[in-house]
């Protein structure tokens, strides 16, 4: 374990090192903030509220909505696709399968060094930012500590689906383009944008049974205590359910990956 | 072509980075600049179809000035002429008179056939479709060219890579050639081969060659004149054969005796400059415009009987060295 | 001249499409799908957006559609030809390789982008067509010769506003070391302000993006004289005309500061 801690902190480091870009990155993230909070702002009349299926949502839930999907956005994604294409590119895969670590553990590893990094430099600063700025609603301590377990269960989600994915390099090289289909379909059935309030009906069906919605829709209802009781243990354990599913897909997939190991160069 | 140097100096300001974050917020406001002659008060004249060696240590400034009468650097002060033209001020026109080799950095696209590289350069250099070909033929003549011109150059190996850099830089059959170690890393065949492509380009075409290596055999074999410099400014400058009597004047002696070794104090005290004994036999050297081999010998044939000797005139890369080392010296002493 | 620069650019071409024909038809196929996927996903979320509501501030569905158009229509336009040279400057500076830029006989902004092609910008341009063609026909406009002119001229202002915008912030790499986030946040993060109608948004903003950074010029004062369109923002309505203007302004600013980077990268050789 304590090898896996040691990379976590390499990775840490590495991305403190250009602290400028930081800056710029947290700048490039409130204008993404202000260009949602607008939006919302222009749609949603700030004293009636909108009235939906699941009932009235007010301007200042969507506010929170938008912040709390930027934070969830900073914990979860990575950039693991792009990295495992690197490796197998340049030849590094070959080095990587020596050592005595398992492969998923290392870009564990380094993917939570990088979101401690993120945590720290961007989603700390981008929510206070923006809560002083457009404010933010407060949650019950309960709400607050499910959407935290929820949060995490979601990242394991994200974590391993961005896994399958980086393992496609392994037969195409070039994987960036499923990581990036991928990236665009979960923005749009997690509800990070737009929530599933206002999808159709269509649509909204879809993103039930689709994983994504868990990684950011049902964490931020539950904040908003838009849901209760009977429903978040559902969704929790349609997580764990997702969890367990994932797990057993990536075992198959990744025996796989290796018996076809194409190590490019060299 | 000829290139006229006079007074070039270049010196370049690089900023002075501060620690932490504090030091890189005031780096934006205010920078502190270290500055650093590169090419310190050099002059030469280059006449058409001379082939010049441009020698010196690393970091003495060879590629600043290569870059300088390419048109890539603009000089601090001094001036250039390449054939009547200010490179860095008359670039485009220059380009057209120069063909330019750095030996670690591709001129050619990396994903297409070396033959669609010359095709772009063809086009690019609006060269005729009649020169192109007759090009293409003395190309093929003299370094062979057909066996990897339909090759993308992603696939060539560093030899055949450089043989096409070669042709691609002489494509438009430039007036003068800057070569910047052209062959570096290259195995001794194609070494072979891409001097034999210098040489004969610049007898044939009389193409002005100006090239900085570090392999000796590469001055040895083309240039008839060398210019040496050190901590950019000019050290020597003249044919080889004055650079030889000038810092190659030690001659070494092997000498084997049959009964065990001579001692070397006494030789030291005879005039020679050191004495270097390894098994049976001792290396003696010394200069060559002093002393002489049979001193030596007749001296040494009073006490010994000698078995064995041989006399080693200093080749290029001894001369070389040794000069850098003199060179370093005299800067020491100069310090102090 | 200019003839011998069009052959050499079709040499480039051929040269480019040999390549990718011989060895990533898969990628190419690839790149066609992710980038038609992009811009239909990017619509679906303003569909989605629009789907309980009325509009944004006085904008239907198919007027933000068009603004969003015009704006991505422009940029990958402009993108096929600029945005790798652009991208790539700043590795080429750092390592030296720019030199190679230096000693051809060609202008060395023509000769990066001669000797690139994004096919994945052309798909977006392709596609663009399409959308655009759509929503003349949802919006009933009349394709007239006088508005298809103010169209073409508009499209050809919001090409050099892109161009010049990615080549100033390319051009920071002759400065700057590290200036990849800085390119990323002028090139991404500020054009998408644009997608929406800019009122949507504080007095600070709307004043950035019509004088600093000029995307207001790209879509919104464009799409308004296109659409006839009378709305809430800050400036006077002559500005619906700034486009090509403003398109000739920015770009000659640019390649003056481009020239500015070229002489001191010959002057420090970094």
Not at chain 1, 80 to 103: R, Y
Request: with cysteine; proline share 3%.
């Amino acid at each position: 374990m304590r090898i896996y801690a040691e990379l976590a902190k390499t990775a840490f480091q590495s991305h403190i090192t250009f602290r400028v870009n930081t800056l710029i990155q947290l700048f490039g993230r409130l204008i993404a903030v202000l260009i949602q909070v607008s939006i919302w702002s222009a749609l949603i009349s700030a004293d009636r509220g909108m009235t939906t299926l699941e009932g009235v949502v007010t301007l200042q839930e969507m506010i929170t909505y938008t912040l709390l999907s930027t934070a969830i956005t900073l914990i979860v994604t990575n950039n693991m696709i792009g990295q495992v294409e690197q490796k197998i590119h340049k030849g590094e895969i070959a080095t990587d399968l020596i050592k005595p670590i398992s492969f998923s553990g290392l870009l564990i590893s380094e993917s939570v060094g990088i979101s401690f990094q993120r945590i720290i430099f961007e989603l700390v600063p981008v929510v206070l930012i923006s809560s002083l700025l457009f404010g933010i609603q407060s949650a019950s301590v309960v709400h607050l500590l499910l959407f935290l377990v929820m949060v995490i269960n979601g990242t394991a989600i994200y974590f391993l689906i961005s896994y399958l994915f980086a393992l496609t390099a392994f037969w195409y090289i070039v994987s960036w383009h499923f990581g990036a289909l991928f990236y665009m379909i979960m923005m749009v059935f997690s509800g990070s944008l737009v929530p599933v309030w206002f999808f159709p009906n269509a649509l909204s069906t879809v993103a039930e049974w689709l994983p994504f919605r868990l990684i950011f829709y049902s964490p931020i209802s539950v904040y908003l205590g838009k849901v209760n009781g009977m429903e978040i243990i559902w969704m929790i354990v349609q997580q764990l359910i997702w969890i367990a599913i994932l797990l057993l897909v990536q075992k198959w997939i990744w025996s796989r990956a290796t018996t076809k190991l194409v190590v490019q160069g060299g | 072509m000829g290139i006229q140097v006079e007074n070039l100096v270049k010196t370049f300001r690089r900023p002075r980075h501060r620690e932490g974050i504090l030091g890189a917020l005031s780096d934006l406001v205010y920078r502190e600049y270290d500055e650093k002659k590169a090419v310190d008060n050099i002059s030469f004249k280059i006449e058409p179809g001379e082939v010049v060696g441009y020698l010196g240590p690393n970091g003495a400034g060879k590629s600043t000035t290569i870059k300088m009468l390419a048109g890539i650097l603009t000089p601090t002060s001094g001036s250039i002429r390449v054939g009547g033209l200010i490179p860095h001020t008359q670039r485009i026109e220059n380009t057209k008179r120069i063909g330019v080799l750095f030996g670690q950095r591709s001129q050619l696209w990396w994903e297409i056939p070396v033959s669609e590289s010359f095709q772009l350069l063809k086009y690019m250099y609006k060269i005729s479709e009649a020169d192109f070909r007759k090009r293409l033929g003395v190309f093929e003549e003299l370094i062979s060219l057909s066996d990897i011109y339909h090759l993308p150059v992603r696939i060539l190996s560093l030899g055949q890579r450089m043989r096409a850099e070669m042709c691609a830089a002489l494509l438009h059959q430039p007036d003068v050639l800057y070569l910047d170690e052209p062959t570096i890393g290259l195995d001794a065949v194609v070494k072979e081969n891409i001097r034999n492509f210098i040489k004969q380009t610049n007898q044939e075409t009389g193409t002005t060659v100006v090239l900085t290596t570090h392999d000796m055999p590469d001055i040895e074999k083309l240039c008839s004149r060398v210019i040496v410099i050190d901590r950019g400014r000019v050290m020597f400058d003249g044919n080889l054969e004055m650079l030889k009597h000038r810092f190659g004047s030690q001659n070494k002696l092997i000498v084997e005796v049959e009964d065990g070794l001579p001692d070397p104090q006494r030789l030291l005290l005879n005039g020679a400059d050191e004495v270097i004994q390894e098994g049976r036999s001792s290396i003696i050297t010394y200069d060559r415009n002093r002393r002489n081999s049979a001193g030596f010998l007749s001296d040494l044939a009073q006490l010994h009987k000698i078995i064995d000797f041989s006399v080693n005139e200093p080749d290029i890369e001894e001369i070389i060295r040794r000069m850098y080392k003199s060179l370093n010296q005299s800067d020491v002493e100069s310090r102090n | 001249m200019a003839w011998h620069l069009v052959k050499l650019y079709s040499r480039f071409i051929i040269a480019y499409i040999k390549t990718i024909t011989a060895y990533k038809p898969l990628f190419v196929i690839m790149d066609v799908v992710i980038n038609v996927a992009f811009t239909l996903i990017q619509l679906t979320v303003v569909w989605l957006l629009l789907y309980r509501f009325e509009g944004i501030s006085s904008w239907s569905f198919y007027e933000i559609v068009l603004l969003y158009n015009l704006n991505i229509f422009s940029y990958s336009l402009s993108a096929m030809f600029i945005w790798n040279p652009m991208k790539d400057l700043q590795m080429m500076v750092r390592d030296g390789s720019f030199d190679s830029m230096l000693i051809k006989p060609i202008n060395p902004l023509l000769h990066m982008i001669f000797k690139q092609f994004s096919h994945g910008h052309l798909i977006t341009v392709i596609f663009g067509v399409v959308i655009f063609f759509k929503c003349f026909n949802a919006l009933h406009i009349e394709m007239t010769w006088e508005w298809s002119i103010w169209l073409a001229v508009n499209i050809l202002g919001a090409v050099l506003i892109h161009s010049a915008i990615m080549i100033l912030a390319g051009s920071i790499s002759f400065w700057a070391v590290k200036s990849d986030s800085l390119f990323q946040m002028v090139i991404y993060d500020f054009r998408t302000l644009t997608n929406y109608p800019i009122q949507i948004y504080g007095r600070g903003v709307q004043l950035l993006l019509a004088f600093v950074i000029p995307y207001a010029f790209v879509n919104y004062f464009p799409a308004r004289l296109l659409l006839d369109k009378e709305d809430s923002s800050i400036f006077p309505n002559l500005f619906i005309y700034g486009t090509p203007l403003v398109g000739m302004i920015s770009m000659g600013l640019a390649y003056a500061v481009w020239r500015r980077g070229i002489r001191r990268y010959e002057s420090s050789g970094s």
